[in-house]
């Protein structure tokens, strides 16, 4: 049997659900990719007004309709109440920072005041008003070269990205900058993909878990569980990072305002089968600080 992989049909899509093809091949099974086109890929709205999985329900979908027998995600996307029909794994995870692509090399400290910066991720947006409140924030959608497209026509000076969409299509060298995740705090599960299956196919299902990556399951799983807690969707300005050192597993976690005037963060280290527990300590940490008026605020602006 060739298992039919759900993707999306960007460029970035096709790279990341072609390594777990490729995974699975070396593995001893037969994979190819199935282009599925998502309501996201058709529009040009901001993530956050589209609402929540756009670009993951049509993939579960197609694989619960039978089109396709798995699908990956880019892990961030998903959200966070898993879905009983389907079987979800980690495989290995890529770097989790954030990148700037600037015009002529700068970098966050050095780009001009006012200039001109695109993202539309509220999480971004905070971050980067905290960090430099003279910025002009601009409202950016498309794939990774319409992005950093932007920059090479001047329209804008600087956007920033996920540093892995940049490693796995071979653009890492564009990065002018890759940020300390305690500097711009990623998304929770940011480098990180899901492969799913349906539950009812048990051969999917022993596939997909010859792929599992056992720390970096136990890093987004921890990451995601902030989200939960916080009752907050994958564009909230929440962010977290998870790193295991040997069997210990430190979690950094935050809620930023959008207009950059609050930031609540918060870490904690424990044993790394304890990752859950540790999430929901961080996340009542946040919640008792405040949190929820912060992220309140955010969707009201």
Do not use: W
């Amino acid at each position: 049997m060739t298992f039919r992989i759900g993707t999306r049909g960007s460029q970035l899509a096709t790279t990341q659900a072609g390594t777990i093809r490729d995974a699975l091949i070396a593995a001893g099974f037969d994979a190819e990719l199935t282009i599925i086109t998502t309501p996201g890929d058709r529009s040009q709205a901001p993530v956050e007004r589209i609402g929540v999985g756009v670009f993951t329900q049509a993939l579960r979908d197609a694989m619960a309709a039978g089109d396709c027998d798995m699908a990956v995600h880019s892990f961030k996307d998903l959200p966070t109440a898993p879905d009983p029909r389907f079987r979800l794994v980690v495989p290995p995870r890529a770097d989790a920072r954030e990148a700037l692509i600037a015009r002529d090399g700068l970098t966050l400290r050095t780009l001009p005041e006012g200039a001109r910066v695109g993202t539309s991720a509220p999480r971004r947006v905070s971050q980067l008003r905290s960090l430099r409140p003279d910025l002009e924030i601009r409202p950016l959608r498309g794939n990774i070269d319409t992005r950093m497209g932007h920059v090479t026509d001047g329209r804008l000076d600087a956007v920033v990205l996920a540093y892995a969409g940049l490693e796995r299509t071979g653009m890492g060298e564009r990065a002018t900058e890759v940020f300390a995740p305690d500097v711009l705090v990623p998304a929770p599960a940011q480098g990180a993909l899901a492969v799913e299956c349906r539950q009812s196919d048990p051969g999917a299902v022993t596939a997909i878990e010859t792929l599992i990556d056992p720390a970096a399951s136990a890093c987004a799983a921890a990451e995601r569980r902030i989200l939960a807690r916080l009752e907050a969707g994958c564009t909230a300005p929440v962010a977290s990072h998870a790193t295991i050192d040997g069997d210990r597993i430190t979690l950094n976690a935050g809620v930023f305002a959008l207009d950059g005037s609050a930031r609540l963060v918060v870490s904690g280290t424990t044993d790394a089968d304890r990752h859950l527990e540790l999430g929901d300590d961080l996340a009542r940490q946040l919640l008792d600080r405040g949190a929820v008026d912060i992220m309140t605020a955010a969707e009201d602006a």
